[in-house]
């Protein structure tokens, strides 16, 4: 997708809510700024503020800047099986830039165009890489760079293209655990971080613990017993959780390196998994 | 209607055509004169032009510039049933520019921002009123200026409010053809200048020409007579147009001044009247 359709597609939402829609191409357009990546309709998490988990009008990932227009929206707005799926961004330490709703057509312009102000004042002091739809969902790109990081909006189109960030070249994968290709004792986890069909699976809105209990009871406890056996030879998993992006593809987001809490664990509460780093190396495919 | 909300509403038009409403609101945002009135997807009629009847995808009636992004809008590609009763204007001498779609985000940025630049350059050289909705359809507007006229985007929201212009203050109005209240011999008449059940009305691209017939069998002729009887007392009619403006409000659009065309006009052809007069005097309300 080019950054013209992946823009289009995104304008071309909430069209029903006429003065949302009318914001948010109002700041597309008046800050011009092709450089910069913009997603309407976002999923957030925020651990320091409520609604805990919302949804933004429109976000600038590369500045970490949210646009919420007049009320934020409530989960309880939002469909529980469109949540079930989406793509939950962690929005600790974003910005929120509110813009209420004037009656007044000149008036709601310039509240408008005030919120472009300030985005171009932390876009002209921001250190960002410019907005590139090729390179951002490439393996190439993590593995020149080094590593991949939760704060840097890593995600990847299918599993093959994560797990070839880690010195080997998949064209396919069909399992979504397999070992790491290079670091022994680590995995590559692409799980459903939401209840479906065989798991129960949970990720915490901080997201620094998934929870995962298997719902085929005959196969609960040997699932934990499993992650118990994972833990004692040093395993470590490399999360990528699979989710919906806000205009409906599949995407492979990178969570970070998970590593069981033994203590949590139990066959009562399942398989407890904390968050102990935020970045992972990358590997030259050999 | 406020300004704000005939906008948002326009802009939330053609949202299934993705780069045509990209070019829309980039357009209204970017050249950001809120002093200037725009509608999208307008019909209009362009006698020297083909196709003669087409929609355009934005107009700006103070300026007569129209938006075309690729390719015209011909009539075929029109819902015969939403011509009908359209508001089609009559498009002779205005300005029409085309915008074509690139794929290249940055490139077609600048394509639009061209066309915004024409626009900004005729706006600065033109001389009109700034767009005032309130003003733009009311009686007092037109009686205070001394006259209506065809080239000044003259529309009423009803059919009182037009009958107003002329010397007295009607609250509601049933019927579509009454003596003007000022001037003798002159008519005030608010055709539907399409096909309905009773009769089989025409306006020429040109908008010179209005043909009447009857589809009542028995009244055919009594009302081509009447017709002449009009003409031998030199009754003329002020034209009033029942249309659907491009949001679907009904509006009756001044459309000029008409007289029998005594030769043309006969039982088969049925009335055939000219426009004779683009302007026509208002009058204070007594």
């Known amino acids: 997708m080019d950054k013209l359709e992946f823009i289009a597609r995104q304008l071309s939402k909430a069209q029903t809510k006429r003065y949302e829609h009318y914001v948010v191409q109002r700041i597309w357009h008046r800050l011009n700024r092709p450089d910069l990546k913009m997603i309407t309709q976002q999923f957030v998490s925020r651990p320091n503020r409520e609604p805990r988990r919302a949804m933004t009008d429109m976000f600038f990932p ?41 009656n007044d057509l000149t008036a709601f312009n310039q509240l408008i165009d005030n919120a472009v102000d300030r985005i171009r004042v932390v876009a002209d002091s921001a250190n960002f890489e410019a907005w590139n739809p090729e390179a951002e ?31 080997k070249r998949y064209a396919g994968l069909q399992h979504p655990f397999i070992p790491h290709p290079t670091e022994p004792a680590k995995f590559l986890w692409f799980p459903k971080l939401y209840e479906n069909a065989q798991w129960l699976n949970t990720l915490s809105p901080d997201e620094k613990v998934i929870t995962e209990i298997c719902k085929i009871a005959e196969r609960l406890n040997s699932q934990v017993d499993r992650n118990v056996r994972e833990f004692e030879r040093n395993g470590r998993r490399l999360v990528f959780a699979r989710v919906r992006s806000p205009l409906g593809d599949l995407m492979y987001r990178f969570k970070g390196e998970y590593l069981l809490n033994i203590e949590a664990s139990n066959y009562d509460r399942g398989a407890v998994l904390d968050r102990v780093n935020k970045r992972a190396d990358t590997y030259e495919q050999r």
Chains 1, 2 share one sequence.
């Open 62 to 102: 590369q500045l970490g800047i949210h646009i919420e227009i007049d009320e934020p929206h409530h989960l309880r707005q939002v469909a529980a099986d469109q949540l079930r799926e989406a793509d939950i961004i962690n929005a600790t330490g974003h910005e929120f830039i509110r813009v209420s709703v004037s």
């Open 137 to 167: 969902m490439s393996p190439a790109t993590y593995i020149s760079k080094g590593y991949v990081d939760v704060d840097e909006d890593v995600a990847f189109r299918t599993m093959a293209d994560a797990a070839s960030c880690f010195g």
